[in-house]
T-cell receptor, first 114, second 112 residues
């Protein structure tokens, strides 16, 4: 079956612009996660969704970052007024249910803010 | 505060040798410790994981050793192969939490 897909695969934007990153989780997976991977750093947890609700937003770095999930499936991560330090790979993962051990990652969206 | 510290940052091993990557954690509330493997241009993939009620878990050539008292765990890759060349991340999760806390990764190169 299809894995987690993300789009776009690459995004170049100018400082101050808004960007939207999309994640399609594995069909039937109720749990969805967003992580950020900066150069030379590990993955940094951003936000978790269970269904359409986000019980854990603790990792969002600032109020410029927001995310939503509609229909318990597709999720969008929005970064407003992008800054150069937002340049990173944004990874989405899904798991079959809350607390499931395996998180399946997508290939990521590489964001470059000029 | 970095909650999971991983070393080394990079590692070169000869084909057939043993690759060892170490991680240390601070938060005693962590109760799940996975290792992820990431190839260039791909997302990380779960390799092997352990819970603190056991000291070792083996799956094929991959073994996790876990030392609860020292708050350390390590990944051993036996008979390392060029196809094992990748970046490896250790991670940890608190009971009741959902997001994983990752180490900074180890870039492993297996020389033929």
């Amino acid at each position: 079956g299809a894995g987690v897909s993300q789009s776009p695969s690459n995004k170049v934007t100018e400082k101050g612009k808004d960007v939207e990153l999309r994640c399609d989780p594995i069909s039937g997976h109720t749990a969805l996660y967003w992580y950020r991977q900066s150069l030379g750093q590990g993955l940094e947890f951003l936000i978790y969704f269970q269904g359409n609700s986000a019980p854990d937003k603790s990792g969002l770095p600032s109020d410029r970052f927001s995310a939503e999930r509609t229909g318990g499936s597709v999720s969008t991560l929005t970064i407003q007024r992008t800054q150069q330090e937002d340049s990173a790979v944004y990874l989405c993962a899904s798991s079959s249910q809350r607390g499931a051990e395996t998180q399946y990652f997508g290939p990521g969206t590489r964001l470059l803010v000029l | 505060q970095q909650q999971v510290k991983q070393s080394p940052q990079s590692l070169i091993v000869q084909k057939g040798g043993i690759s060892i990557i170490n991680c240390a954690y601070e938060n005693t509330a962590f109760d799940y410790f996975p290792w992820y493997q990431q190839f260039p241009g791909k997302g990380p993939a779960l390799l092997i994981a352990i819970r603190p009620d056991v000291s070792e878990k083996k799956e094929g050539r991959f073994t996790i050793s876990f030392n609860k008292s020292a708050k350390q765990f390590s990944l051993h890759i036996m008979d390392s192969q060029p196809g094992d060349s990748a970046t490896y991340f250790c991670a940890a999760r608190r009971g009741g939490a959902d997001g994983l806390t990752f180490g900074k990764g180890t870039h492993l190169i297996i020389q033929p």
